[in-house]
């Protein structure tokens, strides 16, 4: 089965410290999409890497910024942290590798961040 | 801009009812209509459409997209506790891999 793995699944970090996230990807899946989950706004797309390269990018603020390795991980990281940042961060992969546009994203478990 | 605005934003329907969750979008350069199940994390696949008016069926699931009023619905028959969930309708666009996704439709079933 077609799997993305997000590490950590829990964290809870202090306002102004930062925190990194992490995205594997199963061998072969170019793409990876960043999405913000919080009960007011709803899911909200944060930015795509496509083979090591940003390609798309929602209205975030700088703090929020990401990169992926040649493996196809991808990390995000988000400085200086506030309340608000508190949400369930998720990660997705189209099921075609990112190759195939007309297809849905496949989603990893995410990462609950809670700020203290 | 672009958005996705779904309703009813919570539902509590008997078992055995049948519910219409609405979705309707303003993408630009639209591309397909996607419906998610998110039950605890990860939002799981359920259709995506992107022709009007062929309706597409998983069990006691369907929907159906109509590409001039810029709109679905999914459809669930006789619900059951195990559809209890937050339903999410996305929009996509022709450029890039971005889902655009309302807030979501959060129905419980009450057995």
Not at chain 1, 9 to 23: A, D, E, F, P
Not at chain 2, 9 to 30: A, I, K, M, Q, R
């Amino acid at each position: 089965k077609a799997g993305v793995t997000q590490t950590p699944r829990y964290l809870i970090k202090t306002r102004g410290q930062q925190v990194t996230l992490s995205c594997s990807p199963i061998s072969g899946h170019r793409s990876v999409s960043w999405y913000q989950q919080t009960p007011g706004q709803g899911l909200q797309f944060l930015f795509e890497y496509f083979s090591e390269t940003q390609r798309n990018k929602g209205n975030f603020p700088g703090r929020f910024s990401g990169r992926q390795f040649s493996n196809s991980r991808s990390e995000m990281n988000v400085s200086t942290l506030e309340l608000g940042d508190s949400a369930l961060y998720l990660c997705a992969i189209p099921r075609g590798g990112g190759t195939a546009r007309n297809t849905e994203a496949f989603f990893g478990q995410g990462t609950r961040l809670t700020v203290v | 801009e672009d958005k996705v605005v779904q309703s009813p934003l919570s539902l509590v329907v008997h078992e055995g009812d049948t519910v219409t969750l609405n979705c309707s979008y303003e993408v630009t350069n639209f591309r397909s209509l996607l419906w998610y199940k998110q039950e605890k994390k990860a939002p799981t696949f359920l259709f995506m459409l992107t022709s009007s008016g062929i309706e597409k069926k998983s069990g006691r699931l369907s929907s159906i997209l109509d590409k001039k009023e810029l709109f679905s619905i999914l459809n669930i028959t006789a619900t059951q506790t195990g559809d209890s969930a937050v339903y999410l309708c996305a929009g996509k666009s022709n450029t890039g891999n971005q889902f655009y996704f309302g807030t979501g439709t959060s129905l419980t079933v009450i057995p």
